[in-house]
């Protein structure tokens, strides 16, 4: 029983993270997959309206048509969303950690207080870990000028 009571949640977590994750990168794929295919179109239709290929050499020596071929550098995201992600989580699995140790707290069976309280301790030190981990990332993308424009070390 003890073993279930730990294993259940575990497994229910990971099963969700994975779900997560398939769908952000399936719905990622089709947003890049539609822009690519609007890409070609746009491509396309501007060789049709070009008509021999003297117009097209001079069309792809344009400075327009050089931007328009330019190839966008692949998006990140700012520091600012990683480490808003990473304290905005830490703060709900803390939350959630020490909610689970103070229902610990109101149980009396010895038995089921040792699951409630290997749960709680878990999160609450996950939580805690990426509590830190957005402190740590906020302190180096200043010291590397990733925030403010400019670095701090010199």
């Not at 190839?71 to 909610?99: D, M």
Request: glycine share 8%; charged share 15%; with cysteine.
């Amino acid at each position: 029983m003890n073993g279930e009571f730990i294993a259940i949640p575990v497994v229910v977590m990971t099963l969700a993270y994975g779900v997560i994750t398939v769908v952000r990168l399936l719905l990622e794929h089709i947003r890049r997959t539609k822009s690519e295919k609007l890409q070609a179109e746009v491509y396309s239709k501007m060789l049709d309206k070009l008509g021999s290929s003297q117009d097209i050499l001079t069309w792809a020596q344009s400075d327009t048509s050089q931007n328009l071929f330019a190839v966008p550098p692949p998006e990140r995201p700012a520091p600012y969303a990683r480490i808003l992600n990473a304290i905005q989580i830490g703060v709900v699995l803390t939350v959630v950690g020490l909610a689970v140790l103070g229902v610990k707290a109101q149980l009396t069976a010895a038995h089921d207080q040792e699951p409630a309280m290997v749960i709680g301790m878990l999160v609450t030190a996950l939580g805690l870990g990426l509590l830190l981990s957005g402190g740590i990332s906020w302190l180096l993308c200043r010291k590397f000028g990733l925030i403010n424009g400019r670095p701090a070390i010199e």
